[in-house]
Every structure is written in C-alpha cells, then in structure tokens.
C-alpha cells in the first residue's frame, strides 16, 4: 500500500471514529468525581453480606468468582504453551551454566549484589506471603502475592547465580504449585456442589470483618490463585533463563521432548 | 494532591514517549520498567492500590526481565561478521 493511500486510510478511520471517541470522553464523569453507583452499591453491601474488609477480593473470588476462574485457565494455558514451545532437553538438565556460549565474557557478580539479594529475597518473599494471607482484609490478593512470591525467587537467581538459582528451584516444584493451584480453585468452585448448594456458592463459615480469617472460601480461592501464579510466573522465568543456556546435547528436530 | 496528580500524569507522558523515542533495545526495557514504576505511583496516587501492586510486579519486574532474557538469547548467538 502506498504512504498516500495509508494516511487517507488512517483520516477516514478518524473521521468516522473521532465523533465517538469524543462523545464517550465527554459523558465520562468528571476527574475526581465521587465514587460511581456501582462502587457505592458493592461498598454498601459487601462488608455485610461478605463480611470482607477487601471489596476488590470479594468482587473477583466471590460475586464474580466464575470470571476470575476463566482467567486462572487463561494464565494456565498460556503457560503451557509457553513451555510447550520453549522446552527442549535443555528444560530437564540443571547442571550447566547459563550465559556460557563462546566467546562471552562473564562478569563475576560483586559481594554487594549477592548480599543485597540474600537479604531481599526472603523479605520479598515474606512479604509475598502476607498480601496472600491477607487478601481479604488489605489491598491485594491471590495474584499479587504471587507476584511478588515469583519475584522473590528471581532474587535468587540475581544473588545465587545460575546453578544455585535451579538447584533451589526445581521444575516439578513449579508444575505441581502450578496445577495444583488451578486444580485447587476449581475444586472450591465443585466442593459446594456436593453439599447441594450453587457452584462457588460461598458455604465455608464468613468469620468476623476485618480478620484474616473472613470471607470463608474467599481465602482458599486466593490460596490457590497464588500457588498457582507463583509457580507460573517462576516457570516462566525459568523457561526463559533456559533459552540463552547451552544445552548438553542439540535439540534433535522432530524429537519427542519434554 | 492537586499538584501530585498532574505531576504524576506528566511523569508518566514523558516517560512513555521516552520508551518510543529510545531506540536502543537494552535502553528501552529499562524505559519500560521506569514508565511501570510512574505508573505504579499514578495508580497508589488514584486509590487503587490492588492495581498498584500489580503494576510494580508485573510491569516493573517481571516484564522487562523477560524482554532482558530475551534479548540475551538473541545476543548469544556467535556474532556473524560484520559488512
């Protein structure tokens, strides 16, 4: 396509997209505003219905519970895939040294970084597990934790080097905390059906607002998006370290691998 | 926060366009981790402190560091010669 035929293309797109875009920005409530209806609804009612200080928690893993579960699969299967496209023989070895290919100078890491790592790493990791304990009372949850529960095992590899960082984490570690993350949430969505009531009806007793322990099957649902994100996001990591290793042996083309 | 926030929004303007306007690979997902990190503060500074969160591990940490790896594999390759 020729650069005169593209900015007509792109005018026209404008002129017909423009008026729109322009009568949405304008009905937007003014910056600032107060909360919106919605909000103010769920604020109403969810500390007593739920008894969760969280309402963030208790929209994604209670009202709209099927939706947050879609999403779990969504981040499982795009792990897979990535795993499943990434790993060759290199994802089985964890003797070798990354970043080792001829001709490449390694840089040996400087006593500063390696304590900085092993004093961060275990409080990123604490921290981790504290916004997941704590989902249903502050800011946070399943997935954040597990964030930065993943992160915290990357400081591992920052301070450890290559070799300590895969000996600390194993794979199947990982594809366990993984699918069994997921395979924890789906089941609080089918445990309830045995008792006869609704999928992910919230059975468990609701605790007291403002305790850790409130929001009955809310924390179990956290605990499983956790695992399974920091299992994920590390195997993720993981695969990807993979990639700039040599590996032991050539991947054979056609092999069945993995 | 009548000045934090327009501040704020200016910060993250200028670091996004700093992220298209770097050309260097290595330079740009050091660009993006900053503009995770603006946006990090931005989405505290409005009260939503979940996406905040998430924004500091995913945006700043996690992203950049694949596309680091990333463009570490591509690099380990044995140079070829140069014309």
């Known amino acids: ?258 | 926060m009548t000045v934090i926030l327009p501040l704020l929004f200016l910060l993250t303007a200028a670091s996004g366009t700093a992220v298209v306007l770097v050309r260097d690979p290595t330079r740009q997902i050091f660009a993006i981790a900053v503009n995770g990190l603006v946006l990090t503060i931005l989405f505290d500074a409005l009260q939503a402190p979940d996406v905040a969160l998430s924004e500091l591990a995913v945006g700043s940490a996690a992203v950049p560091l694949l596309f680091l790896v990333a463009l570490m594999a591509v690099r380990t390759q044995p140079p070829e010669e140069k014309s």
């Open chain 1, 1 to 258: 396509m020729s650069p005169r035929a593209r900015v007509a293309l792109l005018a026209l797109a404008a002129l017909i997209l423009l008026p729109g875009a322009a009568s949405v920005i304008a009905g937007l409530p003014p910056f600032g505003a107060t909360i919106a209806r919605y909000g103010e609804r769920i604020n109403a009612i969810t500390p007593e219905a739920r008894h969760v200080a969280n309402m963030v928690s208790a929209i994604n893993f209670d009202l709209r519970g099927l939706d947050t579960l879609g999403e779990e699969f969504m981040l499982l299967a795009a792990i897979t895939g990535t795993v499943i496209l990434l790993r060759g023989r290199r994802g089985e070895g964890k003797t070798g040294r990354a970043m080792r290919r001829p001709g490449r100078a390694v840089i040996p890491r400087s006593e500063a970084v390696v304590l900085a790592c092993r004093i961060a790493g275990p409080l990123t990791a604490l921290f981790g597990l504290y916004v997941v304990l704590h989902a249903t009372v502050t800011p946070g949850g399943g997935f954040q934790g597990g964030v930065i529960l993943a992160s915290g095992t990357l400081l591992i590899y920052l301070g450890e080097g290559y070799v300590g960082w895969r000996d600390a984490v194993r794979s199947p570690w990982l594809d366990a905390l993984e699918g069994g993350g997921a395979l924890l949430f789906a089941l609080c969505g089918l445990a309830p059906m045995l008792t006869g009531a609704a999928f992910m009806q919230n059975v468990l007793p609701l605790g007291t607002f403002r305790d850790p322990f409130s929001g009955g099957l809310m924390l179990v649902e956290n605990l499983g998006v956790a695992m399974a994100v920091a299992g994920g996001f590390t195997q993720l990591f993981l695969e990807f370290m993979e990639e700039t290793r040599e590996a032991d042996e050539p991947d054979e083309p056609g092999e069945e691998s993995a």
